[in-house]
């Protein structure tokens, strides 16, 4: 039976023409069925102005989008209707086997656990982003979706991205570390000296603390910490990626010397350049939820949107939420849990 994952056509900065392309353009390369969740009449006059043949795709109708600075309570209310929150019942409704959207992160996050909701036993979703360093790439994971959280998450964080490491990125045996001020096991608030017991006797490759200066170095293949820490070291990467190469761009355009050693790095330039494009990841999964739903950037163009519908396909081709909840059932068993905090 040939795959079918819902395209939210209306999230992001692009849609809904990259979304439809993306779409495409997934449908001939994966052999994956796309179908496109927003406003019918919108995305078949989007199609026929650029000249795509949409007549293999299905649309499931929806009304309008939310936007990205709305309470993501609202999709639930005011946006019910919304190209994400149709595309979100469709997927628990069996329509499909996944979703992504490019849209608001929170609202995604609210509406994927109260709708499609979260795996039995897993106390917060989690959104991991992969980023390349000096070895290859490694997991950053939560990098956005909780502000606070507890020693109990921060575990499950480790565990589930552990989990993905292994089945989709392919490390035999993902090095979890724990996002610290210091290696020393004392180092960090009562947060991370609780969590840090807990990934030690947890059925995962825990190394111990890590510093935000390792990760680039390739320290660990998993970086675990709460969503506001993980946002703001995202975003500081982000920007030091930007600042690198405006100044690498600078000094190779300052003289015909320079400009002609251009000539010769080009292809090492461009190996650089392809390693820092986050479209060749596609997106981010949300790590916890009872079904594939994946969270593309909010710039994604289509080749972005092909690629986070290839992330999808694989999730499901390798059981990432089955090894999750099994992972999860393990861990029960062989970690002796303080008692429950409160969310």
Do not use: W
């Not at 994952?5 to 849609?15: H, P, S, W």
């Not at 109260?114 to 959104?127: E, F, H, P, Y």
Request: with cysteine; glycine share 10%.
């Amino acid at each position: 039976m040939t795959m079918k994952i819902i395209v939210d056509a209306f999230g992001g900065d692009n849609a809904p023409l990259e979304m439809i392309k993306g779409a495409k353009m997934a449908q001939q390369e994966y052999g994956v069925q796309v179908l496109l969740s927003g406003e019918r009449d919108s995305i078949a006059a989007c199609a026929k102005e650029n000249g795509l043949d949409i007549s293999d795709i299905e649309i499931i109708d929806a009304e309008g989008m939310i936007p990205v600075e709305a309470d993501p309570t609202t999709l639930l209310k005011e946006y019910e209707n919304c190209s994400m929150a149709a595309g979100l019942r469709a997927l628990k409704e069996g329509k499909a086997d996944a979703f992504l959207s490019a849209g608001s992160t929170g609202a995604l996050v609210v509406g994927a656990s109260l709708i499609i909701k979260r795996i039995k036993g897993v106390r917060r979703t989690a959104i991991p982003t992969v980023i390349p360093n000096e070895t290859g790439c490694f997991m950053l994971i939560d990098s956005g979706a909780n502000a606070e959280v507890n020693s109990d998450m921060l575990l499950q964080f480790g565990m589930m991205g552990s989990v993905y490491m292994n089945k989709i990125m392919g490390v035999a045996s993902p090095r979890v570390g724990l996002i610290n001020i210091g290696t020393e096991e004392s180092k960090g608030l009562d947060l991370h000296r609780e969590a840090y017991q807990k990934l030690s006797h947890a059925p995962i490759h825990f190394i111990g603390n890590v510093e935000a200066r390792g990760l680039p170095m390739g320290d660990c293949d998993v970086a675990v910490c709460d969503g506001f820490t993980g946002n703001v070291v995202l975003k500081l990467i982000e920007g030091m990626a930007k600042f690198f190469s405006h100044q690498l761009k600078g000094m190779l355009m300052r003289s015909t010397k320079t400009k002609i050693a251009a000539l010769m790095l080009k292809d090492g330039i461009s190996e650089f350049k392809s390693k820092l494009d986050y479209s060749e990841y596609g997106g981010a999964p949300l790590l916890g939820i009872s079904k594939t739903v994946i969270k593309a950037h909010g710039s994604s163009d289509a080749k972005a949107i092909k690629n986070a519908i290839r992330q999808a396909k694989e999730c499901i081709e390798n059981g990432v939420i089955d090894a999750i909840a099994d992972n999860l059932s393990q861990m029960k068993e062989q970690v002796k849990e303080a008692p429950a905090s409160e969310e």
